[in-house]
């Protein structure tokens, strides 16, 4: 009796340590270490891939893995995700129309839907959205998906960009796994409307899904996160990185061709 008693402590133990508790601890009970520091070109950042199907995790330096950092314009992606349940936008397709006020990039200075918001990365669209959602609503959304410190006290319509609210690489990986599932406390409709304008890269072989992030002040922080479908298998990814989204970007596609996830001729 002894025996089995102490036999059934040791599983639990190991079962705890192994699986871990926390969005900011442990993702998987299988988790590798991504030897990719070439790829950072000497620039501090994280990556953490995660197979979805066979919860294999692989992570590129595990510290910087679980600290937080403002997601700059990766939240447009819950922002949409919010906007779309609480019909401060109709659909997809919503046009809303240029203030005038002339920006840095051309593709900014015109009309634009919620699609091409996402896709040009279009800050003025998702702030006016924002806006419409309210602090009141913006605020229970946020808690009920858990979204990295939960903190929008920034302003309703700049908490995200270099201010209050902040996340981990291993917090977006959760995120972006449960939007893949349609497992967030929003519409499966919303869900699907939302992961198809993420769509970067659309191949016979494989659908790539992501947006960026760059903290615009000082180009200082960079992410990319999202997911890559193929006939086998659903990878999330996130990366930050002291540099640009492109940055983050080109070290994602990098270890995806690495590891054959993606066309490496692509």
Not at 51 to 71: A, G, M
Request: aromatic share 10%.
């Amino acid at each position: 009796m002894f025996g089995l008693l102490v036999l059934l402590a040791f599983l639990l133990v190991w079962t705890g340590a192994s699986v871990g508790t926390s969005a900011k601890g442990n993702i998987g009970h299988k988790e590798k270490k991504l030897k990719i520091e070439e790829l950072f070109n000497e620039k501090d950042g994280t990556m953490v891939l995660k197979n979805l199907k066979k919860d294999k995790v692989f992570v590129y330096n595990q510290e910087r893995s679980r600290e937080r950092f403002t997601p700059e314009s990766t939240f447009k992606v819950a922002n949409a995700l919010i906007g779309l349940q609480t019909s401060a936008v109709r659909d997809e397709y919503e046009v809303k129309r240029w203030d005038g006020v002339t920006r840095e990039f051309e593709v900014l200075n015109r009309d634009h839907t919620l699609a091409s918001g996402m896709r040009h990365s279009v800050i003025w669209y998702y702030q006016d959205m924002a806006r419409d959602i309210g602090e009141e609503q913006m605020e229970q959304y946020v808690n009920l998906m858990n979204y990295g410190n939960r903190d929008i006290s920034g302003g309703i319509d700049r908490f995200s960009l270099d201010n209050t609210l902040e996340i981990t690489a291993r917090e977006q990986i959760h995120f972006i796994e449960k939007l893949v599932k349609e497992r967030l406390p929003f519409d499966e409709k919303h869900q699907k409307i939302v992961k198809r304008m993420m769509i970067d890269d659309e191949q016979d072989e494989y659908t790539v899904h992501g947006k960026t992030g760059t903290r615009l002040s000082d180009f200082g922080l960079g992410w990319y996160v999202g997911f890559v479908t193929t006939e086998k298998d659903t990878w999330a990814f996130a990366v930050n990185i002291d540099g640009s989204g492109t940055d983050a970007k080109n070290v994602v596609l990098s270890v995806l061709k690495k590891k054959d996830i993606i066309d490496p001729k692509s």
